[in-house]
């Protein structure tokens, strides 16, 4: 099993950015898909779940400015972050869950800086 993330980098305030969840070797479409973040110092956080059967859910911190999606036919979920705050800084894991199964990927970065 193997999870990826893709998309980070280094953005301005205001500015936007969208991560990918890349996922293989599970059936894609069974699991629900989380996206973490973890700020330096601080614990890992949810950010955004999409279940699946396509239900959505955010953190109250993020809502209307992220919006999390999935392509089930290419085992892709994504997270398209606008509006983007200093505060948003950290790096952003995805996690796939179902039944006993939970599988993280390595994080990608996201910095906002000017």
């Known amino acids: 099993v193997q999870l990826v993330e893709s998309g980070g980098g280094l953005v301005q305030p205001g500015g936007s950015l969208r991560l990918s969840c890349a996922a293989s070797?599970?059936?894609?479409?069974?699991?629900?898909i989380h996206w973490y973040r973890q700020a330096p110092g601080t614990q890992r956080e949810l950010v955004a779940t999409?279940?699946?059967?396509?239900?959505?859910n955010y953190a109250d911190s993020v809502k209307g400015r992220f919006t999390i999606s999935r392509d089930n036919p290419n085992n892709t979920v994504y997270l398209q972050m606008n509006s983007l705050k200093f505060e948003d800084t950290a790096v952003y894991f995805c996690?796939?869950?179902?039944?006993?199964?939970?599988?993280w990927g390595q994080g990608t970065q996201v910095t906002v800086s000017s």
């Open positions: 996690k796939a869950t179902w039944s006993i199964y939970n599988y």
């Open positions: 070797g599970i059936i894609f479409s069974r699991y629900g």
């Open positions: 999409v279940t699946s059967d396509d239900m959505t």
